[in-house]
């Protein structure tokens, strides 16, 4: 099971123009194919981020709202979801072809795919996760004043309603690592089960690379008549691939993002990286801080969920380094 972060389809500092993630996902998909080379008939899986299109898309409905009707952010997810879930799919195709042989031969499948939440998550009340673009300080503020926007609001009821709405702004880097640290956030919701697992479990058994559980799911609920309904809402993408990895029974989980290794002391001057740690380890370090929320903590906690589930291996790594990674040679490698 693959988990590809957000710099495989979009950078930082890029606009996010199609040709730019097309050209993005063409690296991505070569990465992809050198670690199929080692096993033409390997099982895999693949799921990914939508953070900054489905913050732009979002946006972008706000923007026009005054003339075509804004979707809610269930729907974006789906639309994000078609939308890389086409790019990667059709450029791994053609990776594919062009490496030959059996592997000329595998089938790829991207599927609009929803994730189980519950209603009473407590995410809803303290939105943690980042969409859309980075913002300097005195961006964030403008947007406050101009557009209504809250930064760094408290948890709990107050300000529920630009809560659930998206109107929330939050440091989400150390302000010493990077001059734009904030960003929009929304309720990101734990994952409680993949809702089409078994169908990409029966796909993935075929033999059929499947693209599935982007930009963390669909976030749907349960409402009581006992039928699916979206909410407000996006769930974090390496958590989901957790939920997928274990459902499909994945030995191995590979979270792929723009950092080589996960740190100790992130962001400070005595920071160091990672290279091996047990699940007990993992845990402890968590307690004390040194992941992120919005960035590495996410990681962690999914490879600590997947391994106790079963899972054999889970490493988190570059993108550029996933086939070194997987022979060992670099990457934060997890066990139990």
Do not use: W
């Amino acid at each position: 099971m693959i988990a590809l972060g957000g710099n495989a389809i979009k950078q930082a500092d890029e606009r996010g123009t199609t040709e730019e993630q097309f050209r993005n996902i063409v690296t991505t998909c070569r990465q992809i194919v050198k670690i199929l080379e080692k096993d033409p008939d390997m099982e895999l899986a693949i799921t990914h981020g939508n953070g900054p299109q489905v913050g732009n898309l979002l946006l972008q409905q706000e923007k026009a709202s005054d003339a075509i009707p804004a979707q809610t952010l269930d729907v974006l997810n789906g639309m994000t979801q078609g939308q890389i879930g086409y790019m990667l799919q059709q450029t791994l195709q053609n990776s594919l072809r062009e490496a030959g042989g059996k592997l000329g031969r595998r089938q790829v499948i991207s599927i609009v795919n929803q994730v189980l939440v519950s209603r009473d998550d407590p995410d809803f009340l303290d939105p943690s996760k980042p969409i859309g673009n980075f913002f300097t300080k005195a961006e964030a503020e403008r947007l406050a004043a101009e557009e209504g926007y809250v930064i760094n609001p408290p948890a709990g009821k107050k300000y529920l309603d630009k809560k659930m709405k998206g109107m929330v702004i939050k440091q989400v880097k150390p302000a010493n690592v990077t001059p734009r640290p904030f960003r929009r956030v929304v309720p990101s919701p734990e994952p409680i089960r993949n809702v089409e697992a078994e169908v990409i479990r029966l796909l993935v058994e075929q033999g059929i690379i499947v693209i599935a559980s982007g930009g963390g799911g669909i976030p749907v609920i349960m409402n009581e008549q006992g039928r699916l309904e979206g909410v407000f809402a996006v769930i974090d993408k390496d958590k989901a691939g957790e939920k997928m990895a274990s459902a499909i029974k994945a030995t191995d989980f590979l979270i792929l993002s723009d950092v080589e290794y996960a740190m100790l002391n992130f962001g400070k001057e005595n920071q160091k990286p990672i290279r091996r740690i047990s699940v007990r380890e993992a845990e402890k370090y968590l307690s004390e801080g040194h992941f992120l929320a919005g960035s590495m903590g996410p990681k962690v906690v999914a490879c600590i969920r997947f391994l106790k589930n079963g899972g054999r291996r889970a490493i988190i790594t570059s993108l550029h380094k996933a086939a070194e990674a997987l022979e060992g040679r670099v990457g934060t490698h997890l066990y139990r």
